[in-house]
Nanobody, 125 residues
Framework: QVQLVESGGGLVQAGGSLRLSCAASGGTFSSYCIGWFRQAPGKERELVAAIDWSGGSTAYVDSVKGRFAISRDNAKNTVYLQMNSLKPEDTAVYYC??????????????????WGQGTQVTVSS
């Protein structure tokens, strides 16, 4: 059983930056691929960024490419999402999720094994 705890959310003005953290416990962290997802009110949950077991492969939704960066530190059991040039449309609850299968994290959200509770990100205009 893997537990995931997100932190780092908050209120920021448009153009600002935030760094989200996802701390994991209860499993072998390096065995899991991690995804950051977000869900805005009235919208479906969407994948924002994903990273494989070692950090050697990453993926992003088009709307955040060039602004967000996902990284991981396996020694600290933590994955980060650096968010720059934030826009009001980035406002959402952000969740991290873990699964041993990178394809599942990237494309099969309903099969992902473990989820955090989420952290709110609000970008004001």
């Amino acid at each position: 059983q893997v537990q995931l705890v997100e932190s780092g959310g908050g209120l920021v003005q448009a153009g600002g930056s935030l760094r989200l953290s996802c701390a994991a416990s209860g499993g072998t962290f390096s065995s899991y691929c991690i995804g950051w997802f977000r869900q805005a009110p009235g919208k479906e949950r969407e994948l924002v960024a994903a990273i494989d077991w070692s950090g050697g492969s990453t993926a992003y939704v088009d709307s955040v490419k060039g602004r967000f960066a996902i990284s991981r530190d396996n020694a600290k059991n933590t994955v980060y999402l650096q968010m720059n040039s934030l826009k009001p449309e980035d406002t959402a609850v952000y969740y991290c999720a873990a699964d041993p299968n990178y394809r599942v994290v990237r494309a099969l959200v309903g099969r992902i094994l473990y989820w955090g509770q989420g952290t709110q990100v609000t970008v004001s205009s």
